[in-house]
């Protein structure tokens, strides 16, 4: 069992094995940050190039420690500080980086298709940290591991998914993802803030967050960008909060045992209440330790699908 | 794979542990701070059966922790796809203990680099010894077990097979050949 592409580019493309194999290989590195040396050699020599030309910190911190913990070499790319707000065209910086033979890139852009434009034009492993409005991969497969460590299995779950779905790279892998391992997802926000047809990847809209918590075992709420406030999605933050808001009487219509989920960063008292969000029912912060495992995961098998490649190349006289 | 003979069947397994442990008692006087530690996949059921022999016959509990080398080869630039990844869980303290790592088949020693790197990252034990069920030559590293069920002398075409009940429903050893097809 191994995975199909050296890249991960976006969760549609992966099969529920190899999302399997993911999940599987992370849980077997999660014991890796809990000793005292935190470090283990496997990516020793290999250099990782972590490109983010859009802000982050929780996911390129994320990435930075997985590279530590399995002694790859990394460096830092970001958009401010760098020829990348120098008006560089993208396959000019790929082509630089490219020129310094990493192992992998590790990319956060703001345009879909980026990572994959990428991939493309480098021999590296392209690890998309995040496109646009179209995937984020890695968020997608610590959501899952966060679950399936909650509640055993995927399969079978009603995940609710509420907020600004429309702009949600978040969104778009967590549905590819729980659709693939078998449970259903329902959807809820501002009609402006869920895109027309999303149905089609077989998941349903419903109208109000109350019907959609209605039974949820995961709920999953999604942050609302300050920046779009004005912009004619909501009127104001206080309404959103009112119909949309996590509050802890809404929480009660899920299951008992509901667990509730964030990517981070939080707005409270925007789409969530903070009783809510440090309460007893909230994975939040389980989701920040999960992903650097699930990145280790991912760093080592498409460390071992590069070889593969490579050793490909080679027998074809490359 | 035709098979050259069976190096032992499920009494002689039984029979080696049994004096394996009794070897591991006489030497470590005892089994104060004594651990077992199988190396995946096949040295964990051989761990756990030492353990019970060795609880059998001195009345004492020693643990038994799990490691996956996997992590630590010297070749994961150079073998194709990565090896799927277990689960390592030693979960107790090994500083100032007496591990004692258990493999099925000792042949170039290179998995047990792996792992004696692997015990030295999670702390500083007294020292570390090495049990292993055959021992069949062929060490490309300085490398030798402390205590050998049975040396098998073998070519470098032919393969040992140990099958555990644990693993793979029947317990055997046998010798097999690798060059015939």
Sequence with gaps: ?318 | MPAKGRIMDEATIDRTLTRIAHEILEKHRGCDGLVLVGIRTRGVPLARRLGEKIRKIEGCEVPVGLLDINLYRDDLTTISDHPILRKTEIPFPIDGQKVLLVDDVLFTGRTIRAALDGIIDLGRPRLIQLAVLIDRGHRELPIRADFVGKNVPTSLDEKVQVSLKEEDGVDSVDLVGMGAD
């Design chain 1, 1 to 318: 069992m191994r995975l199909q592409s050296r890249h991960l580019l976006g969760i549609e493309s992966l099969t529920a094995d190899e999302i399997s194999l993911i999940l599987g290989t992370a849980e077997s590195l999660a014991e890796i940050s809990q000793r005292e040396i935190k470090k283990v050699p496997t990516l020793r020599g290999r250099t990782v190039v972590n490109l983010f030309m859009e802000p982050s910190t929780r996911t390129r911190t994320s990435f930075e420690l997985a590279e530590k913990r399995l002694s790859a070499d990394s460096l830092n790319f970001s958009a401010s500080g760098s020829s990348l707000s120098k008006g560089e065209t993208l396959i000019d910086t790929a082509r630089n980086i490219e020129a310094m033979a990493p192992d992998f890139i590790v990319m956060r852009h703001s345009m879909a298709g980026a990572p994959h434009f990428l991939a493309r034009h480098c021999r590296a492993s392209i690890i998309n940290a995040g496109d646009g409005a179209h995937e984020h991969p890695t968020q997608a497969l610590l959501d899952a591991y966060t679950i399936k460590q909650k509640k055993g299995a995927i399969a079978g779950l009603r995940v609710a998914i509420v907020g600004d779905i429309l702009h949600s790279r978040v969104v778009r892998s967590n549905i590819f993802l729980l659709k693939k391992l078998g449970a259903s997802v329902v959807l809820s926000g501002p009609a402006t803030l869920v895109p027309l047809g999303i149905e089609h990847l077989g998941v349903t809209v419903a109208p109000s967050i109350e019907e959609a918590l209605d039974g949820a075992d995961v709920i999953m709420m999604l942050r609302i960008q300050l920046e779009r406030q004005g912009k004619g999605y909501f009127p104001s933050l206080r309404e959103y909060f009112s119909l949309y808001g996590l509050t802890e009487e809404r929480v009660g219509l899920a299951k008992p045992d509901a667990i509730i989920m964030h990517p981070g960063p939080i707005n409270r008292g925007v789409e969530i209440a903070s009783s809510v969000a440090d309460g007893p029912y909230s994975v939040i912060l389980d989701q920040v330790t999960n992903g650097v495992a699930v990145r280790m995961a991912v760093l080592y098998l498409l460390a071992g699908e590069a070889d593969h490649a490579h050793s490909a190349e080679e027998r074809t006289g490359h």
